[in-house]
C-alpha cells in the first residue's frame, strides 16, 4: 500500500495527461478542472457486498418495472400505491413516451445509485440515477494506473478485479441491439463527462459520435462515418439529456440531438440507453416510494433503506418537516449535482423562515431528509491522513440480467465541514476495492 500512496501525485499526473478531467459552467464560463484522485482506497469486504449487490439487483428490478407501469398500465397508481397526480407533475414524467416500450422492456440499462455509510456500517441509499448517471470510468481508469505504479500492491491484497466494466457495458448494449452498431452518442468535448465518453467508447468497442454524424432515414438511425460511409444503428448510449435528443419531438431549439430519433425508437428500429422519459424514477420526490415499490412489484421486504426521508406533500410529514427545518436536509427534487440541496443547521432564523414559507408553498418541490452521519473515509492531503465525508457510486447494469459491477465511484469532499460530495463541487474520488474473500 505505500508504494501506491508515494505514486499518487504521479498517477495524478498521467489522469491530467489523459485529460480525465471534469469540466463545469459557472458563471456562463465552461472551466475544466482536474478530478482529484486519492490512493487510499474504500474497502468492502465480501460479506458487506453480498448485502450490497443483492439489495442495488432488487432496487433496480422494482424501478424498471415502475417505468414499464407507469408509461403503460399504470397500476401502481390505479392500486393508490403511489399518488396520481404526484406522478403527473413531475418534470422528470414524459407524455411523449407513452406506450413506448424499450427492446426487452428494459428502461434503465445503467443506474448509478448513490449510497453513504453509517458509522455503524449500514448503509443508506440516498438516490437513484436513472437518466444519464456518469462516472464509471474514473476508478477504471485510476485502478489501471494505480496497478502500474503498485503491481505489489494488488498482487498482496485479494480483490476483485474491476476491468470488466467495458465488458459488462457491450453486453448489456449488444443484448437489446435492434440491428446494427453500438454508438456512443457525445455532445462533445465541452460537456462535463467528455472523457468518459471517448474512453468507454474506445474500451467497449463502440462508435463515438456526435449528433452531425447521425441521421434517420426511412424509420432507420444510421452513422455516417469520415469516409461517407453510412451504418446502421442498433444501439444508441446517448449522453444527452431527453429535452436535447430529439427537437422534432422535445426542445425544438436543441442544435445536439438527432430529428426524428423519437420516430425510430418507437418504431422499435433502435435502442436507446437509458430510456427517454426515466426522469420520474429518479425524481427524489418518487424516491420517497422505491421501499413500497419493491414491497408492490416484488413481494419482497427492501433489503437496503433509505434515509429517512419526509414528503412535504404530505400533510404530516410537511408539519414535521417545518417543526424540525433546523435539523435537517432539504432537497429540490429537480436539482442534481450537489445543486439545490441546503442544511437547516446552516442557516439563520430569516433564512429558516424564508424555507418554511418557500416548503409551505410549493410542497411538492422538496424532500427533507434526516442529516446522516456517514462515515468519515481518510484522504492524503498536505503528507497527512484527514478523515472526510465520503459517498459510494454504485453501478447496477440491465441486459439478460440485472448485475452489479463490483467497484463504483467514491466521491469525498475535500472541505472539512461539508457533507457535499459531487465533483461539481469541487470533491475528489478513490478506488473502490471490495474484497474476494
Known sequence: MKSLLDHTQEINKMLARYGVKFGIYKNNEFKEQLFPFDAIPRVITHEEYAELEAGLIQRV???????????TEKQ????????????????????ECEGVIPPKDIYSHISGIDLVQAKDRSWFILEDNLRIPSGASYPLIARELSRRASPETFHENAIVDNRNYHQMLRETMDYVNCGGINVIMT???????YFEHSYLAEKSGAVLAMCSDLFVEENQLFYRDYKGKHQKVGTLYRRISD????????????VIGIPNLMDVYRAGNVAIINAPGNGIADDKGIYYFVPKM?????????????APTYLPFYEEDRKYVLDHLETLVVKDVAEAGGYGVVFGSDMNAGELEHWRELIQRE??????????????LDIMEKGERVPRKADLRAFVLSGETTKVWAS?????????????????????FKDTWVLSR
Open 187 to 193: 455532445p462533445g468535448r465541452y460537456n462535463a463527462a
Open 76 to 95: 401502481i397508481i390505479k392500486d393508490g400505491v403511489v399518488p396520481e397526480n404526484f406522478v403527473f407533475s413531475s418534470s422528470g414524467y414524459l407524455p
Open 61 to 71: 428490478d422494482a424501478l424498471n418495472q415502475f417505468l414499464k407501469d407507469i408509461y
Open 243 to 254: 429535452e436535447y435528443i430529439d427537437p422534432m419531438t422535445f426542445n425544438k431549439e436543441s
Open 363 to 376: 410542497s411538492r418541490r422538496f424532500i427533507a431528509q434526516e442529516v446522516i452521519d456517514f462515515l468519515d
Open 294 to 306: 419493491i414491497e408492490y412489484y416484488l413481494q419482497e421486504t427492501p433489503i437496503l433503506k433509505n
Open 408 to 428: 463504483g465511484l467514491t466521491r469525498f469532499s475535500r472541505n472539512p465541514d461539508s457533507f457535499v460530495v459531487n465533483s461539481s463541487q469541487g470533491g475528489g
